[in-house]
């Protein structure tokens, strides 16, 4: 059967559960929509790190590039 476990018998290795590729899309969307807040807080906190991230370093790289100037 495919997707399910066999069941361990005396001797007889178990086939693990794999994760088909064209599976993980459908899985990845159902987690996020099982789990909305914490999805939306992830997505914010993204956004405002890449922010932060930006606003720091444009005046820094603006002030060097001033600096070398002279």
């Known amino acids: 059967m495919i997707g399910r476990r066999k069941r361990a018998t005396d001797g007889e290795p178990v086939c693990p559960f794999r994760?088909?590729?064209?599976?993980?899309?459908?899985?990845?969307?159902a987690a996020m929509m099982q789990r909305s807040g914490r999805s939306v807080?992830?997505?914010?906190?993204?956004?405002?790190?890449?922010?932060?991230?930006?606003?720091?370093?444009?005046?820094?790289?603006?002030?060097q590039d001033a600096s070398l100037s002279f």
């Open 41 to 63: 807080l992830t997505m914010l906190g993204t956004v405002l790190g890449v922010g932060a991230f930006v606003s720091v370093l444009g005046p820094t790289l603006k002030n």
């Open 19 to 29: 994760l088909l590729i064209r599976d993980m899309p459908v899985e990845a969307l």
